[in-house]
């Protein structure tokens, strides 16, 4: 069996006891509670004065929308130019937000996007340049409530995968999503969150569907808000 293989199936098993520990775990406290990290990019095009300003505004217009003060972001890369014709450019500026942001709703929507290639994001941030939506996936609270516990983004050689662990199962960290409740809860409409494999390539990705559309399962991982 590959190495991948082994990983992502060890990846599989950790996802299953994770599951039945947090079904009983208290909440998280403040000291074990991952923070959150947000990878932007702004985009802008004309005279390279004009598009590096554009970019930059983009970029802030983003971060502000996701509740980030300027003091949270910080410029990674650019601008970076692409001349597309005379004085015409393009201009790319990309920067990190980390901390929590404001808040000004009680939840945030768990969207699934799917990439240019047909890799998988869950993730209530922005969607990432070549990525779209595929689908939402429920609520997530942006705070904790009784019950819950923070869920996480989490990659593993370049392929993403949500978790409830702060240490992603011994993979990278990304970001919190935000609080899901690790069993059912009374009297709150909830929808299974599954994790799920697909392809030859055995990519991860999240579905609400408990047979996980017809893919592989790798359990569940809880339940998220649906109102």
């Known amino acids: 069996m590959h190495r991948t293989s082994r ?4 990846l599989l098993s950790l996802a299953a006891a994770l599951a039945a520990a947090m079904t009983v775990a208290a909440p998280a406290s403040a000291a074990n509670v991952g923070p959150v990290v947000v ?7 004309g005279p390279q004065n004009i598009a590096a300003a554009a970019a930059q505004d983009h970029l802030a217009r983003q971060a502000a929308e996701l509740g980030f003060a300027g003091s949270q972001c910080r410029v990674t890369e650019g601008p970076i130019f692409q001349h597309v014709t005379g004085d015409y450019y393009n201009a790319m500026i990309k920067a990190t937000c980390s901390g929590d942001p ?7 929507t768990l969207n699934r996007l799917i990439g240019p290639n047909g890799e998988h994001i ?3 941030w922005n969607v990432p340049p070549g990525y ?4 939402s996936l ?8 009784e019950g819950t516990v923070p869920l996480y983004h989490c990659v593993v050689r370049k392929d993403n995968f949500l978790s409830g662990d702060v240490n992603c199962e011994g993979q990278t960290y990304v970001s919190r999503l935000g609080w899901f409740y690790p069993g059912q809860p009374a009297g709150v409409g909830s929808a299974p969150l599954m994790r799920c494999m697909v ?3 055995r990519e991860f990705f999240e579905s609400n569907a408990t047979n996980c559309e017809g893919q592989t399962s790798g359990g569940q991982l809880g339940w ?3 109102g």
């Open 7 to 10: 990983l992502r199936t060890s």
């Open 39 to 45: 990878y932007l990019t702004g985009m802008g095009g």
């Open 102 to 108: 404001a808040v000004s709703t009680p939840t945030r």
């Open 122 to 124: 869950s993730t209530v």
């Open 132 to 135: 779209r939506v595929e689908g």
């Open 138 to 145: 429920g609520q997530l609270y942006t705070s904790p409530r």
């Open 199 to 201: 392809g030859k390539q």
């Open 224 to 226: 998220v808000f649906t």
